[in-house]
């Protein structure tokens, strides 16, 4: 069964360092998301990208955060320069249709 | 009203039970709405898609009042394994942004 992958599953970095995040989303997906969940808190969407633009983005997803689809496969999220508070878990989404389905996340942590 | 709001719980049920949650939303132009299960510190996972009055799989039911805006899940025979957060969100309002309830976390004990 097809799934969506993230890289890292875990990463740390220093405060004001900049992160990349990775995402492969299913293949014959033209939808992808960014999403993040604060430990204890609910998930929150950050962008969404399609046709390789951003369709929309919340008020979290400042100047500091940019996505990219660099090739065919790829989705990235990179946070400029990452504060405490970016330490989250990172979650990708795609779909197809209505549903969308989630990688396993990557936790930045932010010392 | 918020987007979306679910009651937190968290519910604890014995093995066996029959247990229910409720989620209401404020855009009533979502067309679509999703129960995802998230267990702890793991990815949402899709449990069930409702695109009309609502949706049945094995144990589980979705059933969507459009009239009062709410979603409901019934979990039915529970297992030890249904211990987990139940998120709702809707969907399909022609935008992309995704608004997820906060959850109802549910605990079956033996």
């Known amino acids: 069964e097809p799934e969506v992958t993230q890289t890292p599953s875990h990463q740390v970095t220093q405060m004001g360092q900049e992160v990349i995040l990775r995402c492969v989303p299913i293949?014959?997906?033209?939808?992808f998301y960014w999403y993040r969940q604060i430990l204890g808190q609910k998930v929150e969407f950050l962008v969404s990208?399609?046709?390789?633009?951003?369709?929309?983005k919340s008020e979290i997803f400042d100047d500091q955060f940019s996505v990219e689809r660099p090739d065919g496969s790829n989705f990235t999220l990179k946070i400029r320069s990452t504060k405490l508070e970016d330490s989250a878990m990172y979650f990708c989404?795609?779909?197809?249709?209505?549903?969308?389905?989630f990688g396993p996340g990557t936790r930045l942590t932010v010392t | 009203r918020k987007e979306v709001e679910q009651d937190p719980g968290p519910f604890n049920v014995p093995e066996g039970a029959t247990v229910a949650f409720n989620c209401t939303y404020s855009?009533?132009?979502?067309?679509?709405f999703f129960w995802y299960r998230q267990d702890c510190r793991k990815e949402p996972k899709l449990l069930m898609s409702?695109?009309?009055s609502g949706n049945e799989d094995g144990r589980f039911t979705a059933q969507l009042n459009r009239a009062s805006q709410y979603i409901s899940l019934l979990i039915r025979d529970s297992k030890l394994s249904d211990s987990a957060t139940y998120l709702c969100?809707?969907?399909?309002?022609?935008?992309?942004?995704?608004?997820f309830g906060a959850g109802t976390r549910l605990f079956v004990k033996a």
């Open positions: 989404a795609s779909r197809e249709d209505y549903e969308q389905y």
């Open positions: 293949s014959n997906h033209l939808y």
């Open positions: 990208f399609y046709n390789n633009e951003i369709s929309e």
């Open positions: 855009n009533s132009a979502s067309q679509s």
């Open positions: 409702v695109y009309s």
């Open positions: 969100v809707p969907g399909g309002t022609g935008g992309f942004k995704t608004i």
